[in-house]
């Protein structure tokens, strides 16, 4: 048996993405007010109009109903609407509206209530790290950090089911998290929880993510502190309490900001197919780590994420002991640091153990580990961890985990995982 205590970026990466199922979705009546009053503020600026003479004015773009600053606003010289360019059959496509990081700005500062603002920064639509906000902002009460950021989803996918979905407790530590679908069919999550899932510093995170059904994807980020991190907790709460989020993340003029991302072009058709890296699915991680457990383990818990990763929680008349598993493919690039000093088996896997504190904030937890790498150019891993607690984000309820190194071992090398590649 090998004992170490190299880091595993594998792992940190996975516990940072993992997310459960999401609650029944219910009406959302704050919303319809929400979008009563952008539809009003919409109203009011078309019926402005641009003012000459070196006073800026406000219209409408008549593509979309997008918003946008007449080219000789000070505030808003740099966001334009490209000329239409000619398509190769001959149709001139759409101008193109640019959502500068000002506008971003802005449009957030007249969304938040009455405060002052500091360390302030932005991206526009146009920027290749797509558009997003930050602001330090004090309402009296104490500085808070406040972050916003644009994207598209494809509507339906795992990537828009996940940010709907409120996280395990068993996995992640939070408060609250609520998950609605609202009245025009977008869905709108509300968590609160913290920036560190061991804990180990007060810092609070509350996020609101809206996605909608035609797959724009807004998010709002705040803490109780000026900076996401390495920063000293300035207040008890961030300043937004849910409801406020809510109006926030759900007004109408973000939408228009995921509308002025360029899209990307598509590959011309002559171009090869790209190589996917495969991915397992969850549900049959879980059911395979099911069927490989001894008889004498009743299981009283299951949960995990769509693909990759999975646990249990069983019990064996001695106390609940959480057991997880993560199956990947594409790993064969870390092989060197991960598996070095391990043991190389005849088959070509590579496989180490490791045995030593958890990583959440349990006290006296434990976490026995064994990991495992096929060989090929795949690069399939299964790493599997026992613990001494049913919930590593709570102290140890047990001595030692109810599998052994060696019960570890057999799952992690059984053939039944060529199952689920």
Same mark, same amino acid.
């Given at each position: 048996?090998?004992?170490?205590?190299?880091?595993?970026?594998?792992?940190?990466?996975?516990?940072?993405?993992?997310?459960?199922?999401?609650?029944?979705?219910?009406?959302?009546? *704050?919303?319809?007010? +929400?979008?009563?009053?952008?539809?009003?503020?919409?109203?009011?600026?078309?019926?402005?109009?641009?003012?000459?003479?070196?006073?800026?004015?406000?219209?409408?773009?008549?593509?979309?109903?997008?918003?946008?600053?007449?080219?000789?606003?000070?505030?808003?010289?740099?966001?334009?609407?490209?000329?239409?360019?000619?398509?190769?059959?001959?149709?001139?496509?759409?101008?193109?509206?640019?959502?500068?990081?000002?506008?971003?700005?802005?449009?957030?500062?007249?969304?938040?209530?009455?405060? *002052?603002?500091?360390?302030?920064?932005?991206?526009?639509?146009?920027?290749?790290?797509?558009?997003?906000?930050?602001?330090?902002?004090?309402?009296?009460?104490?500085?808070?950090?406040?972050?916003?950021?644009?994207?598209?989803?494809?509507?339906?996918?795992?990537?828009?089911?996940?940010?709907?979905?409120?996280? !395990?407790?068993?996995?992640?530590?939070?408060?609250?998290? *609520?998950?609605?679908?609202?009245?025009?069919?977008?869905?709108?999550?509300?968590?609160?929880?913290?920036?560190?899932?061991?804990?180990?510093?007060?810092?609070?995170?509350? *996020?609101?993510?809206?996605?909608?059904?035609?797959?724009?994807?807004?998010?709002?980020?705040?803490?109780?502190?000026?900076?996401?991190?390495?920063?000293?907790?300035?207040?008890?709460?961030?300043?937004?309490?849910?409801?406020?989020?809510?109006?926030?993340?759900?007004?109408?003029?973000?939408?228009?900001?995921?509308?002025?991302?360029?899209? +990307?072009?598509?590959?011309?058709?002559?171009?090869?197919?790209?190589?996917?890296?495969?991915?397992?699915?969850?549900?049959?991680?879980?059911?395979?780590?099911?069927?490989?457990?001894?008889?004498?383990?009743?299981?009283?818990?299951?949960?995990?994420?769509?693909?990759?990763?999975?646990?249990?929680?069983? !019990?064996?008349?001695?106390?609940?002991?959480?057991?997880?598993?993560?199956?990947?493919?594409?790993?064969?690039?870390?092989?060197?640091?991960?598996?070095?000093?391990?043991?190389?088996?005849?088959?070509?896997?590579?496989?180490?153990?490791?045995?030593?504190?958890?990583?959440?904030?349990? +006290?006296?937890?434990?976490?026995?580990?064994?990991?495992?790498?096929?060989?090929?150019?795949?690069?399939?891993?299964?790493?599997?961890?026992?613990?001494?607690?049913?919930?590593?984000?709570?102290?140890?309820?047990?001595?030692?985990?109810?599998?052994?190194?060696?019960?570890?071992?057999?799952?992690?090398? +059984?053939?039944?995982?060529?199952?689920?590649?």
């Amino acid at each position: 048996m090998l004992e170490t205590d190299r880091p595993d970026p594998f792992e940190d990466r996975l516990s940072a993405a993992l997310r459960d199922a999401g609650d029944e979705f219910q009406a959302d009546r *704050t919303a319809l007010v +929400s979008a009563g009053r952008v539809r009003g503020r919409r109203a009011l600026l078309r019926r402005r109009t641009a003012v000459v003479g070196g006073v800026a004015g406000v219209a409408l773009a008549g593509v979309g109903g997008v918003l946008v600053l007449p080219a000789d606003d000070p505030a808003g010289r740099d966001r334009t609407s490209a000329a239409p360019a000619d398509t190769p059959n001959g149709t001139a496509t759409a101008a193109a509206t640019v959502v500068t990081g000002d506008d971003l700005l802005r449009e957030l500062k007249g969304l938040l209530p009455r405060g *002052t603002y500091g360390e302030e920064w932005a991206r526009g639509s146009d920027h290749q790290l797509g558009p997003a906000a930050h602001l330090v902002y004090d309402d009296g009460a104490g500085a808070a950090a406040i972050g916003m950021g644009f994207a598209r989803v494809e509507p339906g996918s795992a990537q828009a089911r996940q940010l709907a979905a409120c996280p !395990d407790h068993n996995v992640t530590p939070y408060d609250d998290c *609520t998950s609605d679908r609202l009245p025009d069919g977008s869905t709108l999550r509300l968590y609160q929880g913290y920036e560190y899932p061991d804990l180990r510093v007060d810092t609070k995170l509350w *996020t609101a993510d809206l996605v909608t059904a035609e797959g724009q994807h807004v998010s709002v980020s705040e803490w109780n502190s000026p900076a996401e991190k390495d920063a000293p907790v300035s207040r008890d709460t961030p300043p937004l309490p849910p409801e406020r989020l809510r109006t926030l993340v759900t007004a109408g003029v973000w939408r228009e900001v995921v509308d002025a991302i360029p899209k +990307s072009p598509k590959p011309p058709r002559s171009a090869a197919p790209r190589t996917e890296r495969p991915e397992v699915s969850g549900k049959s991680v879980g059911d395979t780590l099911a069927a490989l457990l001894p008889d004498k383990l009743d299981v009283v818990a299951r949960g995990g994420q769509e693909s990759e990763y999975a646990y249990v929680v069983v !019990d064996d008349g001695r106390g609940r002991s959480l057991v997880q598993i993560n199956v990947q493919y594409g790993m064969a690039d870390g092989a060197g640091q991960l598996y070095a000093g391990g043991e190389i088996l005849p088959d070509g896997t590579r496989l180490v153990t490791r045995q030593g504190p958890g990583e959440k904030a349990g +006290s006296g937890v434990v976490m026995w580990t064994v990991d495992t790498l096929r060989p090929g150019p795949e690069g399939f891993r299964v790493v599997i961890s026992a613990f001494n607690t049913g919930d590593q984000n709570k102290d140890a309820t047990r001595d030692a985990p109810a599998l052994s190194m060696e019960q570890l071992r057999k799952i992690a090398l +059984s053939g039944a995982w060529d199952g689920v590649r």
